[in-house]
């Protein structure tokens, strides 16, 4: 199995550009999630699903959409990118919600110029 | 509001000593309590997560960690330190009921040998 797979691995974008980070689990899990990783601040929700179809904010989505149309995949799209949006963004799985542990992917870094 | 603090950006010890990385909560109800581990250019890897039940909780790779609700803390434990040990850690945790996460801001691990 290939767990969580998280493409591309590295991105530049420019301001007002947008994009979609993809995210792809092959464990059946019904709860995937979005993160952002930040120095200094450790991991920060963005989007979660539940199952597919069923999406809800954490706590910084603004300027991220998610939408969940498979089991498999939990796309996270930036519409208009901006430079604070420059961060690591890290995917996660788990069969449940938590406190299920999560299985998360090798992350995407992300460049906004 | 739930929050899980770790207080320690950086810990170092030396090979073959114990280890302990800190962390302490504040959430609302019952905590559901965890710790992963992240390698570099890497996702976070799942060690140990508390629930309920015994306070001393084991883990991957020889860690564990100890419960302790006087002190509204989560400390991450290994008797002998490996140099493969080092990495960033983080502690995370969530109230009952809810399907969020909240992580800390990470401790790096240095183990020198």
């Known amino acids: 199995n290939a767990g969580v797979t998280q493409t591309p691995k590295f991105q530049v974008l420019k301001t007002g550009q947008s994009m979609t980070l993809q995210c792809a689990q092959d464990?059946?899990?019904?709860?995937m999630s979005w993160y952002r990783q930040d120095p200094g601040m450790g991991l920060r929700l963005i989007h979660y699903?539940?199952?597919?179809?069923?999406?809800d904010q954490g706590e910084v989505p603004n300027g991220y959409n998610v939408s969940r149309s498979t089991t498999e995949d939990f796309p996270l799209r930036l519409l208009s990118a901006a430079p604070s949006q420059t961060s690591v963004y890290f995917c996660?799985?788990?069969?449940?919600?938590?406190?299920?542990?999560?299985?998360f992917g090798d992350g995407t870094r992300l460049s906004i110029l | 509001a739930q929050s899980v603090a770790q207080p320690e950006d950086q810990v170092n010890v030396a090979e073959g000593n114990p280890l302990t990385v800190k962390c302490t909560y504040s959430?609302?109800?019952?905590?559901?309590l965890f710790w992963y581990v992240q390698y570099p250019n890497r996702g976070l890897q799942f060690l140990l997560k508390y629930i309920t039940g015994d306070n001393l909780v084991k883990g991957s790779y020889g860690f564990e960690a100890e419960f302790n609700k006087s002190q509204t803390s989560f400390h991450l434990k290994k008797p002998s330190a490996l140099v493969s040990d080092s990495a960033l850690y983080f502690c995370?945790?969530?109230?009952?009921?809810?399907?969020?996460?909240?992580f800390g801001i990470g401790t790096k691990l240095q183990v020198i040998p």
């Open positions: 464990m059946n899990h019904e709860y």
């Open positions: 996660a799985s788990s069969f449940e919600p938590p406190p299920s542990p999560q299985h």
């Open positions: 995370a945790g969530i109230s009952g009921g809810y399907q969020k996460v909240t």
């Open positions: 699903s539940v199952g597919a179809g069923i999406t």
């Open positions: 959430v609302s109800g019952n905590p559901y």
